[in-house]
């Protein structure tokens, strides 16, 4: 099964408007952690915002925010007034347990095109 | 500058000649990681290595060999490599105190295309 399934291969969204990427988690470790990177067109990977399965609270940084439902095993990256800057790939990741042997499980990442 | 060194950034090679794609980090971290990206499939785990001398595979290391000798340097080997493997490399290296809080450093990756 995969442990980290995104299901939009692209979106597209009005500049200045909030969008929403989706990503589903699949593991029954009850420690885990959550990310979010941000792939340009010049091909690094860029962290934006992580979340722990303990964290009581949503992340947020800045323009980013990730919507943590537990239950639902969801972590949708929200981006609020998109800029044009913000068109890129995203992908979410997973790490399981505390520390373990500290892997990234990534999905097949959301092509975000932001439309002037 | 806190920072995952790749090189090259571009390689283009014929099937069979070996070759190995260096990563260097300046962070002290312990944990280093090599991943391959290819369209549809997102990233996948070659090889990662938890402290000096300590390797381990991830879900594709078939082709892929590695070493950690010293704790800033993970190479990637290719001893003979194939079409297949023509992809877009990262190296990655998080520390164990604060993986949870700031991520992965990636590397600026590098492609690799073999003819």
């Known amino acids: 099964a995969q442990k980290i399934t995104q299901t939009q291969p692209g979106m597209f969204v009005q500049e200045k408007e909030a969008v929403t990427l989706d990503c589903t988690y699949d593991?029954?470790?009850?420690?885990?952690?959550l990310f979010w990177y941000k792939q340009p067109s010049s091909g690094e990977m860029i962290f934006l915002i992580y979340?722990?399965?303990?964290?009581?609270q949503n992340a947020t940084e800045g323009r980013y925010s990730l919507n943590f439902q537990k239950a639902r095993k969801s972590a949708n990256l929200v981006i609020s007034a998109s800029q044009l800057g913000d068109s890129a790939m995203y992908f979410c990741a997973m790490r399981e347990g505390q520390t373990g042997a500290n892997n990234l499980f990534f999905g097949t990442g959301t092509r975000l095109t932001v439309i002037p | 500058e806190a920072q995952v060194t790749q090189n090259p950034r571009y390689l283009i090679t014929v099937t069979g000649k070996k070759l190995t794609v260096t990563c260097s980090q300046n962070?002290?971290?312990?944990?280093m990681s090599w991943y391959r990206q290819d369209p549809g499939l997102g990233l996948r785990q070659i090889y990662y290595s938890m402290n000096v001398e300590v390797t381990d595979k991830g879900d594709v290391p078939e082709g892929y060999k590695v070493s950690r000798k010293e704790k800033r340097n993970f190479p990637l080997i290719l001893e003979s490599p194939s079409p297949n493997q023509t992809s877009l490399y990262f190296c990655?290296?998080?520390?164990?105190?604060?993986?949870?809080?700031?991520?992965?450093?990636f590397g600026s990756g590098t492609r690799l295309t073999v003819v």
């Open positions: 962070m002290n971290h312990e944990y």
């Open positions: 593991t029954s470790d009850p420690s885990y952690g």
């Open positions: 979340q722990g399965s303990y964290d009581q």
């Open positions: 990655a290296s998080s520390s164990y105190r604060q993986g949870a809080l700031s991520g992965y450093t």
